[in-house]
């Protein structure tokens, strides 16, 4: 058995999810929706207590991942897959998905790094595929070519890494030869390139926003939470064991946020916004973890706070079908609890002060003025501030509710579940940001 | 209870919680003790011992260099929470009448409850970061209540305008916090902090603070949100466009003049930022042919005084005629909600002439805050403090004092071309309302400010001596009724509001100049939107076109890499 407590905390949470994910696969004809959610909860709570049991810093990706998890689990609905029967796929999926992600988050190898990497992008490319219509299936079908690219662009680089090494570690030294120091920095930014891709990084930023136009709304939160959380972190890990690759991640993620402002103000609906929302704050991650190992504490903080506001959104949308334009906003039958929810999460997401949003990227311009450079922070700030007036767009119509009988509309228990503990999250995160803070760093 | 009193800008928020939750006899009701508790905050600070108060909670958050939550009640602050308190008091029983027929009137009051609590948490704020806090919190409210009648379809243009230009002046802050090192972000010693740490060092912070400002007050090229964030109601014009929100820049630039008074370069471009302002707004204020944006430009032109006040390093003069400013732009903005009230919503001048004889309070009114706007020496609050700017400016830099009070005729101009506009003739073919208690009452009380408010000018010195390190500065400014600048200013813009008079008689209610096309605006807008409009149509769904930009983008990025090694 000592074998079994010599793994990774990330590889045995992995394992447990990986159970469970078999067990549900197995008993698919048979589970009914809520035994699949009973059991994807459940299975986050199994992986969760090796991690609870020896807290450690190494523990953090892992129970932030399973958070995610839960959390996305809360938001699931059925009635948004092609088929509820497709409920028990769909869980099992989100458990290997999310298996993978334990696995990214606390990868200490590229190998390792790379089996996280497929395992997430798969299950999110399945998961895309089990929405309603052929926008669903086109949708998925890009996902799938664009991981398998960013998979490819992946194994290029350890291949050369290994080749200038003869390591798969991640902080293997160069042999000693003249042109192998180039070679493997040029192995690490092909192996950052390929992980932009879960992290929704120009000039890998397609994926995310395809799924975020055409997926189901489970699939969304999924690729919004769980595999943004291990990208993140997994890319901090990179960007502190190979400081290298900092100035680049740094431009990359500005070119994010840059890109993203623009292509969010053409928006006219909330699908495109949050799609560009993804990859904005894809980008503010990225430049967090840019920003080296002194900037881990950061890198948690944001990740906490955008899985809460993210999460506040989305069980805010839990239900809604189409596009949800603007202009129509203001009459969708969404009752009072759940719009002021959805204003929350926007101005959160936006990073308007007060909010634990502001808070988390004012922590990252802090830190990227003193390692990324005045100038590249100058460009995160304005493209941060910018980004605020596609995110505030719909708040005068949600706020207004034309037409909505509030009192007729009703919110399930799970959603009202989802809305109080990411609301809890984002309140903490506001009120007292030293505690998860200090906690995380 | 003293301790309380920094904590004064939750006082709004459980009249927020009651009207947006439904409770209170209407809409309104539950809501207007907030303002009222903000002006007794200030009041009381102002009558007890006037020690600085200061509530610090040291480790807020500690992945920032400066990781406190800073807020402090000094002199300056307290004199700030009673503008605010008294001018949103008077606006929250206005609105009970105005905005009585609306049906989001219940949005209305708890979108004012959060723009009070904000406002208060910008003025209280003791270091950058709360004043980010509030300052982007007062930009958020104004955009919602710009864009508060959904149904017109410049609102929520004009709200997004607001917003953007807003953007510019949260980004300066933020980079502001970014910069400084750790610990030195509170804002009465700026100027003592480790500023050797700070690229640039103290003229890049003070720029900074002065985009911001500039950015909150609508100065230089940052101006043309403010005209088109009278597409609100017209309380909210009032409130946020002309007495308090506006005048953040100037309280920033205040604040923070310790810090200004490092940076002299930086400290000339704001005098000629304001001179320039006040000017320019001056002519485009005679160009509109609709009477809220005529009185947005005037607003714009008297925070160029405000700001070229600070750039003559009189910063108690800047805050001065803040103080009266508030009171009579008030008062006019809120006569101009009773016309457009009485009107139906008719908001073209050439389509209201004429109703002094419907309006005849409301006119005495409009002419009591004419006048103090103009700076009728002795009579009105305006010429005290607009005479120390004056003062203030012949003596720092005669060319731009003297092109200030050029300024004052062109103020005169423009007041007049409004009153006479409105309330010129008895001949109207429209059939006004008078308006209710609800409505004269404010309108009385700021009238009264906007009279008298200019005899407490000496006591003010006297206060804000400490907080705006008026010592430092030599001999503080006397404020005096009467002197031979002040009477010349009086007169030219008694003559400006005469010759307004012939002008409007003659070319009717309709007069105004022809208006200059400002491209660039437009053209900044356009080339967004084009920007936007590519950058979005690249996610057009081919694959092939998906391909190829990871497959370039990753070739750019090796590119860079190997260049940047």
């Not at chain 2, 400084?180 to 740490?197: E, I, K, Q």
């Not at chain 2, 005209?227 to 506006?246: D, E, K, Q, R």
């Not at chain 2, 309070?361 to 020496?377: C, D, Q, R, V, Y």
Request: glycine share 10%.
């Amino acid at each position: 058995m000592q074998w079994l407590l010599d793994l990774p905390h990330g590889v045995r949470s992995a394992a447990v999810l990986g159970l469970f994910a078999t067990v549900v696969l197995v008993g698919a004809v048979r589970l009914r929706t809520a035994s699949c959610s009973a059991i994807a909860l459940l299975a986050s709570l199994f992986a969760a207590i090796p991690t609870i049991l020896a807290p450690t810093a190494e523990t953090f990706p892992v129970l932030l991942v399973l958070t995610a998890l839960i959390g996305c689990e809360l938001l699931m609905r059925s009635d948004d897959l092609a088929d509820a029967q497709h409920r028990a796929e769909s869980v099992a999926l989100q458990l290997l998905g999310a298996a993978g992600a334990c696995v990214l988050a606390t990868a200490q190898d590229w190998l390792s790094l790379l089996i996280g990497f497929e395992s997430m992008s798969l299950a999110v490319a399945v998961l895309a595929g089990l929405g309603r219509g052929v926008r669903s299936l086109e949708v998925a079908f890009r996902f799938f070519v664009l991981s398998a690219v960013a998979a490819a662009t992946m194994v290029y680089g350890i291949a050369l890494f290994s080749y200038a090494t003869g390591s798969f570690a991640l902080d293997a030294a160069p042999l000693v030869h003249p042109g192998h120091a180039a070679l493997a920095r040029a192995a690490v930014l092909l192996i950052a390139l390929g992980l932009a891709f879960e992290l929704a990084v120009v000039p890998s930023h397609l994926g995310t926003l395809g799924i975020c136009y055409g997926a189901p709304l489970s699939c969304i939160t999924f690729a919004m939470t769980v595999s943004k959380v291990a990208a993140a972190l997994a890319m901090m890990r990179l960007c502190a064991q190979r400081p290298e690759l900092q100035p680049v991640v740094a431009v990359l993620a500005v070119l994010s946020i840059v890109w993203s402002t623009f292509g969010g103000l053409a928006q006219q609906h909330v699908r495109g916004m949050l799609a560009y929302s993804a990859v904005g704050h894809g980008g503010f991650l990225a430049l967090a973890a840019a920003c080296g190992p002194a900037a881990q504490g950061t890198v948690g903080y944001y990740t906490l706070v955008y899985v809460a506001s993210v999460a506040l959104v989305l069980a805010a949308l839990s239900g809604q079908r189409g596009e949800l334009s603007f202009a129509e906003i203001a009459r969708t039958p969404i009752g009072g609890m759940r719009r002021f929810a959805l204003v929350l999460g926007l101005l959160s997401l936006a990073g308007v002060p007060p909010s634990p949003g502001f808070l988390a990227k004012i922590a990252v311009l802090s830190q990227a003025w003193g390692t990324a450079g005045p100038w590249l922070t100058i460009g995160a700030a304005l493209g941060g501030v910018f980004g605020a007036l596609y995110y505030l767009k719909p708040v005068p119509d949600l706020l207004a509710m034309r037409g909505v009988d509030v009192e007729r509309v009703s919110t399930p228990t799970r959603v009202r579940i989802a809305i109080a503990l990411s609301g809890a999250a984002a309140l903490l995160c506001m009120v007292v940001p030293n505690l998860p803070a200090s906690w995380l760093s | 209870m003293n301790t309380l009193l920094p904590w004064a800008f939750v006082a709004t928020l459980p009249g927020l919680v009651a009207t947006a939750c439904g409770r209170g006899p209407r809409p309104g009701i539950a809501s207007l003790p907030g303002p009222v508790l903000v002006f007794a905050a200030g009041l009381l600070w102002l009558l007890g011992d006037q020690t600085p108060l200061v509530v610090t909670h040291a480790n807020w958050l500690p992945l920032l260099g400066d990781a406190a939550f800073v807020l402090r009640l000094d002199a300056l602050a307290a004199v700030m929470l009673c503008v605010v308190g008294a001018v949103s008091t008077c606006v929250y029983v206005y609105s009970l009448e105005y905005m009585r027929h609306d049906a989001g009137q219940r949005r209305f009051f708890a979108l004012l409850d959060f723009f009070v609590a904000t406002m208060c948490l910008l003025v209280l704020a003791g270091n950058l970061v709360v004043l980010l806090a509030g300052w982007a919190g007062v930009g958020l409210a104004s955009f919602l209540l710009i864009s508060f009648w959904r149904e017109k379809p410049e609102a929520m243009p004009a709200g997004l305008q607001a917003l953007a230009a807003n953007a510019i002046g949260d980004a300066a802050l933020l980079l502001a916090i970014a910069l400084l090192p750790a610990g030195a972000g509170d804002l009465t010693s700026l100027h003592t902090a480790s500023l050797a740490a700070v690229p640039g060092g103290a003229s890049t912070l003070a720029a900074l603070l002065v985009i911001a400002a500039a950015a909150k007050s609508a100065q230089g090229p940052l101006y043309f949100w403010l005209p088109s964030a009278m597409a609100g109601p017209t309380p909210v014009s009032a409130l946020i466009h002309a007495a308090t929100m506006v005048a953040a820049g100037v309280y920033l630039l205040c604040r923070t003049f310790p810090l200004l008074s490092l940076a002299p370069g930086v400290l000339l471009a704001v005098a000629w930022i304001g001179v320039i302002t006040a000017l320019l707004a001056g002519i485009g204020s005679l160009q509109q042919p609709n009477y809220k944006r005529g009185l947005a430009y005037s607003t714009l032109s008297q925070l160029g005084y405000m700001f070229a006040a600070v750039g003559f390093h009189a910063p108690f003069a800047a805050f001065f005629h803040l103080l009266t400013h508030a009171s009579f732009k008030a008062l006019l903005f809120l006569v101009a909600g009773v016309v457009i009230h009485a009107a139906d919503g008719e908001e073209r001048l050439a389509r209201l002439g004429g109703l002094r004889t419907q309006l005849k309070s409301t006119a005495l009114l409009a002419f009591i805050g004419s006048m103090a706007l103009i700076g009728l020496p002795v009579l009105t609050a305006g010429a005290f403090s607009k005479d120390l700017i004056l003062e203030a400016g012949f003596e720092h830099a005669p060319a731009l004092g003297g092109l200030l009070l050029l300024g004052v005729v062109l103020t005169g101009l423009y007041t007049g071309r409004l009153w006479f506009a409105v309330f010129g003739r008895s001949d109207s073919t429209l059939h006004a309302h008078a308006p209710g208690a609800c409505m004269t009452l404010p309108l009385a009380v700021l009238a009264l400010g906007a009279c008298g408010l200019g005899w407490l000018g000496p006591q003010l010195g006297a206060l804000l001596q400490g907080s705006l390190f008026l010592d430092a500065l030599g001999t503080p400014p006397a404020v005096h009724a009467w002197s031979s600048l002040g009477a010349l200013a009086g007169a030219l813009g008694a003559g400006g509001f005469l010759i307004a008079g012939l002008w409007v008689r003659k070319a009717g209610s309709g007069a105004c100049m022809p208006a200059l096309v400002v491209p660039w605006i437009d053209a900044t807008r356009d080339l967004s939107a084009l920007a936007a409009r590519r950058v979005a149509g690249v996610h057009d769904g081919r694959l092939v076109g998906y391909l190829f930009c990871c497959v370039v983008g990753t070739g750019l990025t090796m590119l860079l890499s190997r260049l940047g090694a």
